[in-house]
């Protein structure tokens, strides 16, 4: 097993696992350069989880997935308010919009879905594994999963792009920073739309390391992260000691 695991967010349906590796390796071999530090490709795991949310429309019915797809909509209007949803659509675009809610009608559709989620990154960790790098709704999912099980001990937690500074998503991981998890860095894209709903460490506490980032107009887009000199000096701190 590796000592670096990557876990991605929503929207990677298309991708693979084999093609994510082929951007983010490369993107966060160019972040540890900057700590004067190199790893290969064989010390890097790409948890891929995209692939539970493609649909399957040999096998879908579709109408029923019309239909619950409007419940659904229906459904985060009333949580999170019609005008909220227009918003989204506006800022967002409508691809991202629908793309939303596919993945909220997939999760409605098969209730085990956020725990075959979770389950692919514990089956993709191991003793090995010191460094645990999420992004965007990936953060949620580690974050989760990392505080289910507190037996899990890894040196370093690098969250991108994180929505987790918003009370709902923080409320989902109860709020905790995971017991066995020693250093916690979140890095901040000063133009990244997902992660300006509110701070990390505001929710979860001081034991969080926070640190700003300028990702220019791929504010939310994971390999400017990674590449960044604050993700690969956190990387090149957890190696240094494990």
């Known amino acids: 097993m590796t000592s670096i695991v990557l876990l991605h967010g929503a929207f990677n349906e298309l991708w ?25 490709r064989s010390d890097v795991t790409v948890c891929f989880y995209g692939d539970l949310f493609r649909r399957q429309p040999e096998t879908d ?3 029923e997935w019309t239909a619950k797809r409007a419940d659904v909509e229906d459904m985060l209007a009333d949580m999170a308010g019609t005008d909220a ?15 939303t809610v596919d993945m909220f009608t997939m999760m409605a559709e098969d209730p085990t879905l956020a725990d075959k ?11 090995d594994t010191c460094v645990l790098i999420a992004h965007s ?10 505080t289910d099980h507190p037996d899990i001990a890894i040196d370093t937690l690098i ?9 709902p998503f923080a ?6 920073h995971p017991a066995g998890v020693r250093r916690w860095v979140n890095i901040v894209a000063t133009t990244d739309p997902v992660a300006a709903a509110g701070r990390v460490p505001g929710l979860f506490g001081s034991g969080v390391e926070e640190h700003l980032v300028d990702n220019g107009h791929r504010g939310h887009a994971a390999e400017p992260y990674l590449n960044s ?11 240094a000691v494990n």
Request: charged content about 20%; proline content about 3%.
């Open 117 to 127: 989620v979770k389950h692919r990154l514990l089956d993709a960790m191991s003793d």
């Open 229 to 239: 000199a604050q993700v690969g000096h956190a990387v090149a701190g957890a190696l």
């Open 85 to 99: 949803l227009h918003a989204l659509n506006e800022v967002a675009g409508k691809e991202t919009y629908d793309r």
């Open 16 to 40: 693979g696992p084999n093609e994510l590796a082929s951007r983010w390796v490369p993107a966060l071999q160019d972040g540890v350069w900057h700590a004067g530090v190199t790893i290969d």
């Open 159 to 167: 969250t991108m792009g994180s929505p987790l500074g918003a009370g």
């Open 137 to 146: 709704l990936g953060t949620v999912v580690a974050v989760r999963a990392l």
């Open 61 to 63: 019915d579709a109408a």
């Open 171 to 176: 409320n989902f991981c109860d709020g905790k």
